[in-house]
C-alpha cells in the first residue's frame, strides 16, 4: 500500500523512478517493486524519498488515511484538548478508546482510557486519592522518563488534575525542556499554551497566585502573536482574578471584564459559564 500510494504521489509530481530511486540510494529494480509493494524498503530510503517529493512523514499519513488524521491522533487531540470537569466529554472519550482497544493494543490509548477513567472518578466522587491509583503506574513511568515525547505531554496534560501540586511543580522544568525541544513542531506553541493555561488554573485554585500571574504572563504575548483569542481571554481573566486576590482589585476588575467580553464576543457560552465559576474559586 505504501508503495502504491507513493507511485501516485510521485507520478502526479512529475518524477521519474530513476530519479526517486536514485534519491533513495536504491537500484531502480527495487525501487520499481517497491512501487507495486512486491518489497519493503529500509526506513532511511522512505525518507529519503518523501523528502525528494516534497512531504513530511504526518503528511504522508495524512494522506494515506484519506486526507484525515488517524483514529489515534483523533483521539489524542480531543484528549489533550478536553475539558477534564466534564464527564460527558470525558465518556464520550473513554468509549472511543474501547472501541479502538477492542481492534488493536495500543498503549497510548489504553493510557487515555486510565486517565478518562481516574478524571470521572475525581469528578464523580471528588476523591483524589482514589483518582491516583489507576493513574500512578503512568505517572509512575512519565517522571522516570529522560525527556518526553508528544504523546506523553498529552498525557502529563491531564494527569497534572490528579496529582498534588507540589508533585506537578517538581517537575516543571522538566515539562518545559520538553516543550522546548519541539519548538518548530507543529502546533506545539498551541499546546504549550494549553498546558501552561491549565497550570496556572491549578495554581488559582490552590491559593498561589503569584506563581499563576508568571504563567500566565509569559504565555500572554504568545497567545497575541498566535491570534489565539480564547487562550488570551482566559489569560486576561485569569490575570484579572490574580491581581485581585493580591491587591491589585481595580485593575484586576478590568482585566476580568476585557476577557469576558471577548469571550462573550465569541459567543462561547459554555465556556463563559465555566469561567465565571472561577471567579468564585
Partial sequence: MLGKLIKKIRTSKGFTQAEIAKSAHISQS?????????????????????????????????IKNGYSYSDKRKLLIKFFYAPYNSNLKLKEIYNECELILNSRYDEDIKDIRTLCSALIHLNNDNDIEQARIPAFEIWDRLKKMEQLYISDIYLFNAIMFI????TIMETRNFIQKS?????????????????????????????????????????????KQLNAYI?????????GICMERTGSEEQGKQWIKKGLNIVEVLEEEKLLEALKLELTL
Wanted: proline share 3%; net charge negative; hydrophobic share 40%.
Fill in 163 to 166: 496529582f498534588p501540586l507540589e
Fill in 30 to 62: 527495487n525501487y520499481s517493486k517497491f512501487e507495486v509493494d512486491a518489497i519493503e524498503i529500509r526506513a532511511t530510503s522512505f525518507m529519503m524519498i518523501l523528502d525528494k517529493v516534497g512531504l513530511d512523514l504526518e503528511e504522508f499519513e495524512f
Fill in 231 to 239: 487562550p488570551l481571554a482566559i489569560c486576561y481573566i485569569r490575570k
Fill in 179 to 223: 516543550i522546548d525541544r519541539y519548538k518548530n513542531f507543529q502546533n506545539i506553541d498551541r499546546m504549550s499554551i494549553n498546558i501552561i493555561l491549565n497550570l496556572s488554573y491549578l495554581y488559582i485554585s490552590n491559593k498561589k497566585y503569584s506563581e499563576a500571574l508568571t504563567e500566565i504572563l509569559n504565555i500572554e504575548p504568545k497567545c
